[in-house]
């Protein structure tokens, strides 16, 4: 940052580059064919639309950080860790935006020393913009939202994810599954674990629990949720494996002891 900048106008500025590059997202949404679609790997998909944003998302935070190293996705940049670094998933929920489903975002954050201390997540479609940054809450279009009040398991509606190339734990993940559904109001699989970490934050969701993630699928949720009153953690007590996205179970205070307490089961 600049002398005198504080991180609330960062969060800003970095805001604009966010919401300019998700214009040219919402732009391409449905223009891309078949065949310019890429496989990463089995389940894992890219197109030039994630590699363009990218590169704009880097560009424009390069204007705001000059410094600052940078932890992507796509790889359109050398990836750098400095003391200041921007992770990015520049389009998290991109078998959701390849197929048509409006379920997909922009996602970033700064981590300072080690850190993260600022977080943006834009839904696309809808132009929802969650950010947050350290000590300033988190923010939906402009409204202070904060996590859910609700204390009981069979008040909650909860979000997970499937894993898609990590299957080491898929039966104690499907005694999970199975243990949820049948203790609470209900469970979604959206697509997007940033969006799913946002309504977290902002009391949609109660809890999101999920494992085989990657940090850039998480990291601006993580400052969201943290920032609205919420825990994150891995599925036992520690960060190092939230962090990195290896496991994550994110919720209010109350909710969070209560799904801990089921995941341990079978984790």
């Not at 504080?6 to 732009?27: G, T, W």
């Not at 696309?124 to 939202?145: C, D, I, K, S, Y």
Request: proline residues 2%.
């Amino acid at each position: 940052m600049n002398a005198g900048q504080s991180m609330a106008d960062l969060a800003m500025e970095a805001s604009q580059v966010v919401r300019q590059v998700a214009e040219q997202i919402k732009a391409a949404y449905g223009t891309v064919t078949e065949g310019e679609i890429e496989l990463k790997s089995r389940n894992s998909l890219v197109s030039h639309v994630d590699q363009s944003a990218e590169r704009a998302l880097v560009s424009g935070l390069r204007a705001l950080l000059p410094d600052a190293g940078f932890l992507t996705e796509e790889e359109t940049v050398e990836q750098q860790k400095a003391t200041d670094r921007w992770i990015i998933d520049p389009l998290d929920g991109t078998t959701n935006f390849l197929h048509g489903l409006p379920f997909f975002s922009i996602s970033i954050a700064l981590e300072r020393q080690g850190k993260l201390v600022l977080g943006i997540v834009h839904e696309v479609t809808r132009e929802e913009h969650f950010v947050a940054w350290e000590g300033g809450g988190t923010w939906l279009n402009g409204r202070q939202v904060f996590v859910s009040v609700r204390d009981q398991l069979s008040d909650c509606l909860i979000a997970t994810g499937f894993p898609y190339y990590d299957y080491q734990h898929i039966d104690g993940y499907l005694n999970v599954l199975k243990a949820f559904m049948e203790q609470t109001r209900g469970l979604r699989r959206l697509g997007s674990a940033a969006l799913d970490l946002a309504y977290v934050a902002c009391g949609r969701f109660d809890a999101f629990y999920e494992y085989a993630l990657h940090p850039w699928d998480v990291a601006g949720g993580i400052v969201l949720v943290r920032e609205a009153g919420g825990v994150v953690s891995d599925f036992g007590d520690g960060e190092d494996k939230c962090e990195s996205g290896k496991e994550v179970l994110a919720a209010n205070k109350a909710v969070h002891s209560l799904a801990q307490k089921q995941i341990k089961h079978y984790f």
